[in-house]
């Protein structure tokens, strides 16, 4: 079993931005994939970005259209340890962001394992 736990999230400015951690538990998640979505008030958890480890310490990253450029995803294994740095933040980025491992990929059926969620809120 895998335990997730993001921190990282808060209120901020539009333009601002914030960095959101994604520490496991229970067991080495460096072949894993991690993805992070997001889920809206009203809206349907969608896709943010993930990191798909490829063989040896190659790693693929993927971006929604609607963050590519302003999001990175990014892990640090020795620690067990993912991030993702959300930069030029805009208010449609409000949401609760989750993490996630599991296999790949874009749909949330690929992923066994959810951390709780961390708010971010990003005013105008």
């Known amino acids: 079993q895998v335990q997730l736990v993001e921190s990282g999230g808060g209120l901020v400015q539009a333009g601002g931005s914030l960095r959101l951690s994604c520490a496991a538990s229970?067991?080495?998640?460096?072949?894993?994939?991690m993805g992070w979505f997001r889920q809206a008030p009203g809206k349907e958890r969608e896709f943010v970005a993930a990191?798909?480890?490829?063989?040896?310490?190659?790693?693929?990253?993927d971006y929604a259209e609607s963050v590519r450029g302003r999001f990175t995803i990014s892990r640090d294994n020795a620690k067990n340890t993912g991030y993702l740095q959300m930069n030029s933040l805009k208010p449609e980025d409000t949401a609760v962001y989750y993490c996630?491992?599991?296999?790949?990929?874009?749909?949330?059926?690929?992923?066994?394992?959810w951390g709780q969620g961390t708010q971010v809120t990003v005013s105008s």
């Open positions: 996630a491992a599991g296999e790949a990929g874009r749909s949330k059926s690929t992923y066994n394992y």
């Open positions: 229970g067991r080495t998640i460096s072949t894993y994939a």
């Open positions: 990191t798909t480890w490829s063989g040896g310490r190659t790693y693929f990253a």
